[in-house]
């Protein structure tokens, strides 16, 4: 049994090794194929054009003051999060991750942060309702929460 496996582990090896291809060490030839009569093969006069890539689209730039859609706050500064929101209400922080809670009368929203290097950075948005029997919206609970924030003195 034992000799069983070795053998088949050689062929694998084997096997994986012809996959590998490569050039052929100088001084040894193949022998001619019924289309090819030398080795290597000439080099073709053109290079082959480069595989297509596809393009990624563009992330959208992140909002300038606070934005109606609190999907685009996915990627903000904390920093920024903070001066448009204020403080929030509570904050967990566990390893690279903090969540900070923000709260209206009626609902919580749960903001998730990631540090990347030295500042965090929006990873996901949550919201609950804090009313039994209710439910909320993501739209709506922050739509509440903004409404509710002190406004800048100007």
């Known amino acids: 049994m034992r000799r069983l496996a070795q053998t088949l582990m050689a062929a694998s090896l084997l096997g994986l ?7 052929r060490p100088t001084g040894v030839s193949a022998p001619p194929d019924n289309n090819e009569t030398s080795w290597p093969p000439a080099e073709a006069a053109e290079p082959a ?12 730039p992140l909002p300038t003051s606070p934005p109606e859609d ?26 690279i991750a903090e969540i900070w809670r923000f709260a209206s009368e009626t609902c919580f929203l749960d903001v998730f942060l990631y540090r990347e290097g030295n500042e965090l950075k929006v990873a996901h948005l949550d919201a609950r309702t804090r009313v039994v ?9 922050y739509g509440r929460i903004m409404a509710a924030r002190p406004k800048p003195v100007s």
């Open 70 to 95: 609190p999907r685009r706050l996915v990627g903000l500064r904390g920093q920024t999060l903070r001066d448009w929101m204020g403080d929030s209400v509570f904050v967990r922080r566990d390893g």
């Open 133 to 141: 029997g209710q439910r909320t919206t993501l739209q709506s609970c």
């Open 17 to 23: 090794a012809a996959c590998a291809g490569g050039e």
């Open 49 to 60: 054009p480069a595989p297509a890539v596809a393009s990624l689209p563009r992330p959208e």
